[in-house]
């Protein structure tokens, strides 16, 4: 069974930046693209930033492009998500997540996932 497991949250200021992994272990998620979600209190769970199997096939939400950048290593199993110019709106648990390859390229919806980690809180505060 596929685990994933999110690390390097924490509490940062406005305008900080912040990089997010994703390990995977218990199987090989190379050939699943690979999601990045957030969740704050109070509101839906909505995807943030996405990459295809390859690497070569992003997804942004508007809300960070341009400020945020999702990639994988070489191998596929680990991800990561590197975020700049954090707002406080950025504050949130967020998770990664796995789809297997029927799902598509770079799937954006919740339901499209498969593999999810337990999340990361991210604080943007002063």
């Known amino acids: 069974q596929v685990q994933l497991v999110e690390s390097g949250g924490r509490l940062v200021q406005p305008g900080g930046s912040l990089t997010l992994s994703c390990a995977a272990s218990g199987g090989d998620v190379s050939s699943h693209a690979m999601g990045w979600f957030r969740q704050a209190p109070g509101k839906e769970r909505e995807i943030v930033a996405g990459i295809s199997w390859s690497g070569r096939n992003t997804y942004y939400a508007d809300s960070v492009k341009g400020r945020f950048t999702t990639s994988r290593d070489f191998a596929g199993n680990t991800g990561h998500l590197q975020m700049t110019n954090l707002k406080p709106e950025d504050t949130a648990v967020y998770y990664c997540?796995?789809?297997?390859?029927?799902?598509?390229?770079?799937?954006?919806?919740?339901?499209?996932?498969?593999?999810w980690g337990q999340g990361t809180q991210v604080t943007v505060s002063s």
């Open positions: 997540a796995a789809a297997v390859p029927m799902r598509g390229n770079v799937p954006t919806t919740t339901d499209s996932y498969d593999y």
